[in-house]
């Protein structure tokens, strides 16, 4: 695919992770312990409206549009920061990446955020020309993952959702811009964005080490659902692993497949979480009318637990423990891996997103991605330290963000280990865009339940646990 790059100006949009000189790691730390997600407090970062985006520029942006051009406009950014579904970083810390649905103007990408240098330094996206339905010529970028290698992996639903579901693979350059180097079918039925077609999307995707292979897991959903696995040892020529499942896929919407169990059969898979070892933990609506994590085997075979929760949408294995994001943005679950029971349960403000998207552990704070949809525009961010290096990382993340006039933000991490300090209070404002002047006032109206364990066939509940690390601002770049 040709790839054209055209530079719109910087915008910072979001408080993500600083930037530190060393090399983090995700992995973590022993330190963390089920007291330590007890006490736990998250801290609304950065928040960001898109309220005004759509009378502001629908007009331009509908102008450009079958021009195949994005207009350089001032609120852009903020255009392209609503609805966030895929969110992503890299293991060092270095790049944050966000998934967005639309912003109002319907123009969707994944926004790349140099944590180093404070600035988005990319957009990534597919421009569908006018093969894509009247008014929305962009895919959906929606599952998000990255490797240790520096590639990007990207779940793009076509216009619509109808008919095909692309996996978009791309590599981290050192400038700061993502250079694609596989874009291709997933799924495949008929023409693209046909209505008459079949209705599919994407959600879940993840990319997991096992062994000395790279394999990315891709998740469908709506008419058909699938779980593909391919192998990307060679991220410019994925091949279908024919190890897993049934020929590299399990179909769950097809009679014959055994895999979800008799008491707990998939309806919807969202997102998931691989482990080293290539064992999947699916987030699944069941055709029982119940939601729940799909503890799937490596090799694809079978489903070896269910772990029921009401509520539940997001879903990261952290150590020993389990990451639970609630749909409706309430709060974060944390469960013990083993026994499924609730260790802790951190809430959110009701005052931002409606769903956790994705939490993720970087350099030992928790990140927690919590994102809006068209009648509750806002994204936030969200981050806790979980022990006193990651305090470090923290207090370096928010001095890099958000300097003061007379000095320069610290390229460094320190070199003393200090004790925790207070932590933030109120979402800073200084070098950001603007925060809203007025937040949804009503809370979430019912609290997760507490969950019970069982195997494939029954069903544990469990409360929620949100983290999300949110949107940063970003230099669109486009690809074809």
């Known amino acids: 695919m040709n790839r054209m790059k055209k530079l719109l100006g910087v915008l910072l949009c979001a408080v993500m992770l600083l930037s530190l000189s060393a090399v983090g790691v995700s992995a973590l730390s022993p330190d963390v312990t089920a007291d330590t997600w007890a006490t736990l407090e998250l801290k609304a970062l950065y928040v960001q409206s898109g309220a005004d985006i759509y009378s502001d520029l629908n007009e331009d942006y509908y102008e450009y549009w079958w021009e195949d051009e994005v207009p350089e406009l001032e609120n852009y950014y903020q255009a392209c920061t609503v609805n966030m579904r895929g969110f992503a970083m890299s293991p060092d810390g270095r790049y944050c990446y966000m998934g967005t649905l639309n ?139 024919k190890d897993f499942g049934e020929n590299g896929v399990i179909i769950f919407s097809e009679p014959s497949n055994t895999v979800a169990g008799s008491g707990f059969t998939l309806k919807e898979g969202q997102y998931m979480d691989v482990d080293d070892d290539g064992t999947i933990w699916l987030v699944a609506n069941a055709n029982e009318g119940t939601d729940g994590i799909m503890k799937i085997a490596p090799d694809g075979s079978a489903c070896v637990e269910v772990i029921e929760m009401k509520g539940i949408y997001s879903v990261e294995h952290e150590g020993a423990y389990l990451l639970c994001g609630m749909k409706d943005g309430s709060a974060v679950v944390v469960l013990d891996d083993s026994s499924y029971e609730t260790v802790a349960t951190i809430p959110l403000t009701a005052d931002y997103g409606d769903r956790v998207t994705r939490m993720l552990v970087i350099n030992d704070v928790l990140f927690v991605a919590d994102a809006g949809n068209d009648s509750t525009n806002f994204n936030a961010v969200h981050a806790a330290p979980l022990t006193a290096a990651g305090q470090e990382f923290f207090e370096q993340l928010v001095a890099n963000l958000n300097p003061s006039e007379d000095t320069e933000a610290p390229t460094e991490a320190p070199t003393e280990t200090e004790a925790p300090t207070e932590e933030l209070t109120e979402a800073p404002t200084e070098n950001f865009t603007e925060t809203p002047t007025e937040a949804p006032t009503e809370a979430p109206a019912e609290d997760p339940t507490e969950p019970a364990k069982s195997g494939c066939g029954s069903t544990v509940g469990f409360a929620a646990v949100a983290l999300l690390t949110a949107c940063a601002a970003y230099v669109a770049s486009k690809r074809d």
């Open 103 to 241: 912003g109002g103007t319907g123009v969707r990408g994944v926004a790349v955020f140099d944590t180093q240098k404070a600035e988005l330094t990319d957009l990534y996206y597919h421009y569908n020309g006018e093969a894509g339905d009247q008014g929305n010529p962009f895919s959906y970028a929606k599952g998000l993952a990255a490797d240790d290698r520096g590639y990007v992996y990207v779940g793009f639903a076509f216009s619509k959702n109808y008919n095909v579901v692309d996996l978009g693979i791309a590599k981290q350059l050192e400038d700061g811009t993502l250079e694609e180097v596989y874009c291709d079918a997933v799924y495949e039925f008929g023409n693209p964005g046909d209505e008459g077609g079949i209705h599919v999307g994407v959600n879940g995707v993840d990319v997991a080490k096992v062994g000395d292979k790279y394999y990315c897991y891709a998740m469908i959903n709506y008419d058909y659902d699938a779980l593909y696995c391919f192998d990307v040892t060679d991220p410019a020529s994925p091949k279908l692993n």
